[in-house]
């Protein structure tokens, strides 16, 4: 049997966060003042505040976001003009709804914006096969799942998007944290202590998983696989206020990479090539997966070396 022994790089540093995008909405040519935020809303997860001139409506029926909670805005005299605020859960924080990425001609590029504080991905202007209302999504991922609101009209309308991010930045997540989309001294500091004992444990356990002692090389991959279940513990437990939405698929991945060291760990002993095979070919998907995390990492503004 081959042994198999995969490296983690293991030092976050925090890379200079540009191209942030802020909401421009808003000049009208009207100089009519904005509606009080008097009314107010809530659902289980967070609450929100809205225009005097809103009420509540019904959502609309050809969304392809599927949402849990939610809870439907709009203006009492406009017409085809609604906010729908709810909770999705995909497989990836803070991504859209596979059905919706798939109704779209294109997959769109997310912009970050800040509203009331917290930074959300905005996707503007969506419009999906067989739909003419114009949506605009909105994205906050949390540990209680991911907030989306769909801001849409019947046709494009800058005034009413405006009046929906009013709206959002009033947003207060009332169970969970919510997930940074921007980089963060504190998780890094976090993250590169968790890594760094990830390392040392595997830097420990290399010259057992290529020893020709099978027992000395079960009880390796044993090591290993107890390392990459604390470090995804750890992971889970971090402290800092801003838990980057990378955070739960690097936790995944360190799972998966755990599962994979003990099916190594039994096939070893065992002495079953097949097994053997199978736990490398794991080994090498969790391998994949933390590839992933990184670039996630990376694209946030960490720099991962």
């Known amino acids: 049997m081959r042994t198999v022994m995969r490296t ?3 030092t976050v540093f925090i890379a200079a966060a540009a191209g942030f995008v802020f909401a421009h909405y808003g000049s009208t040519g009207t100089k009519a003042s904005p509606s009080p935020l008097t009314g107010r809303a809530a659902a289980a997860n967070f609450s929100l505040r809205y225009p005097s001139d809103w009420g509540r409506t019904t959502a609309p029926v050809v969304s392809r976001v599927s949402l849990q909670g939610t809870l439907a805005l709009g203006p009492r005299q406009a017409s085809g003009e609604t906010l729908v605020v709810g909770t999705a859960h995909p497989a990836a924080p803070g991504t859209l709804p596979a059905d919706l990425r798939s109704a779209l001609p294109s997959a769109p590029s997310p912009q970050i914006v800040t509203l ?7 996707y503007l202007d969506l419009v999906p096969s067989g739909q003419t209302a114009s949506e605009s999504i909105y994205v906050l991922p949390t540990t209680n799942g991911t907030i989306t609101a769909l801001c849409s009209a019947s046709k494009r309308s800058d005034l009413f998007t405006s ?17 940074s989309l921007v980089p963060d001294a504190g998780y890094a500091f976090e993250l590169n202590r968790i890594l760094g004992q ?7 356990a290399g010259r057992g998983l290529r020893s020709s002692d099978v027992k000395v090389r079960a009880a390796a991959a044993d090591r290993l696989a ?15 206020l801003s838990v980057s939405v990378a955070n739960q698929p690097l936790e995944a991945a360190l799972r998966m990479n755990a599962d994979a060291y003990r099916g ?6 065992k002495q079953d090539p097949g097994a053997y095979q199978r736990a490398d070919a794991q080994i090498s998907r969790s391998s994949r997966a933390l590839g ?4 996630q990492l990376r694209a946030l503004g960490y720099r991962i070396g």
């Open 8 to 10: 983690l790089t293991s």
């Open 116 to 122: 009331g504080g917290s930074a959300f991905y905005r």
């Open 163 to 179: 009046s929906c991010e009013r709206v959002l930045g009033t947003m207060k997540v009332t169970l969970g944290r919510v997930m």
């Open 198 to 204: 990830l390392n040392a444990a595997r830097a420990a």
């Open 226 to 240: 107890a390392a990459d279940d604390r470090a995804a513990s750890a992971a889970h437990h971090i402290t800092s």
């Open 264 to 269: 190594l760990a039994s096939a070893a002993l």
């Open 292 to 295: 992933a995390v990184y670039a």
